[in-house]
């Protein structure tokens, strides 16, 4: 019989165990709990264009240029060559297009054929025999420093290649274009007692963000 009462009495204590357990505290109105809800966006740029005449490099010395390219147009080869600048051939309304989503940081990079990194670029002679080159700068549009990064059709003082020399801008929404123009000089001097040819070198553009 005490046997029979232990495991009747050890069988009440785990039925009062459990019922306390059962007996949650009840939740008030108006209780509140949260959850999250995530999404990451990256930016991105759905324009690049880079306009021009030609889809290889110059190799005529009656080819055409147009849209970003540039066209220091007919000089003599004399002493004390004065500096010349020029701006792309569409200038402002037709040279590099680049449409980012908004506040989307992007570069972009110029690298003339001999590689330089700071956009110092060199003209070849379109004639076999001619060794001569004309070297030239490639410089960057004024950008204004208020905040809203307005690009106007002027040449700054700052020279465009590539790494730390790449063009850095924030998108304004994919349906908004960026347009960019391009701008070179040749130094002074450059032109002087240089063999009479057309000149011309292909630069490489490249977007990244």
């Given at each position: 019989?005490?046997?029979?009462?232990?495991?009747?009495?050890?069988?009440?204590?785990?039925?009062?165990?459990?019922?306390?357990?059962?007996?949650?505290?009840?939740?008030?109105?108006?209780?509140?709990?949260?959850?999250?809800?995530?999404?990451?966006?990256?930016?991105?740029?759905?324009?690049?264009?880079v306009p021009s005449?030609?889809?290889?490099?110059?190799?005529?010395?009656?080819?055409?240029?147009?849209?970003?390219?540039?066209?220091?147009?007919?000089?003599i080869a004399k002493?004390?060559?004065?500096?010349?600048?020029?701006?792309?051939?569409?200038?402002?309304?037709?040279?590099?297009?680049?449409?980012?989503?908004?506040?989307?940081?992007?570069?972009?990079?110029?690298?003339?054929?001999?590689?330089?990194?700071?956009?110092?670029?060199?003209?070849?002679?379109?004639?076999?025999?001619?060794?001569?080159?004309?070297?030239?700068?490639?410089?960057?549009?004024?950008?204004?420093?208020?905040?809203?990064?307005?690009?106007?059709?002027?040449?700054?003082?700052?020279?465009?290649?590539?790494?730390?020399?790449?063009?850095?801008?924030?998108?304004?929404?994919?349906?908004?274009?960026?347009?960019?123009?391009?701008?070179?000089?040749?130094?002074?001097?450059?032109?002087?007692?240089?063999?009479?040819?057309?000149?011309?070198?292909?630069?490489?553009?490249?977007?990244?963000?």
């Open positions: 019989m005490k046997t029979r009462f232990t495991l009747t009495s050890l069988t009440l204590v785990s039925l009062m165990m459990m019922g306390n357990t059962a007996m949650a505290a009840v939740v008030p109105s108006n209780t509140d709990h949260h959850f999250n809800v995530k999404l990451q966006l990256a930016g991105s740029c759905e324009v690049f264009t005449d030609r889809t290889s490099a110059i190799s005529a010395e009656d080819d055409t240029t147009a849209g970003a390219d540039i066209n220091f147009g007919n000089h002493s004390s060559s004065e500096e010349l600048s020029q701006g792309n051939v569409g200038q402002l309304t037709n040279g590099i297009q680049v449409n980012c989503s908004r506040n989307t940081s992007f570069q972009v990079a110029l690298e003339p054929s001999n590689s330089n990194t700071d956009g110092t670029g060199s003209m070849s002679g379109l004639k076999s025999t001619n060794q001569d080159k004309i070297t030239y700068q490639l410089y960057k549009p004024t950008v204004s420093d208020s905040g809203d990064e307005t690009i106007s059709n002027t040449i700054s003082a700052n020279k465009w290649g590539k790494g730390s020399n790449a063009l850095t801008l924030t998108g304004k929404g994919l349906s908004t274009p960026i347009m960019l123009p391009v701008f070179a000089k040749v130094p002074q001097n450059e032109l002087s007692d240089k063999t009479p040819d057309t000149y011309q070198d292909r630069v490489k553009v490249t977007l990244t963000y």
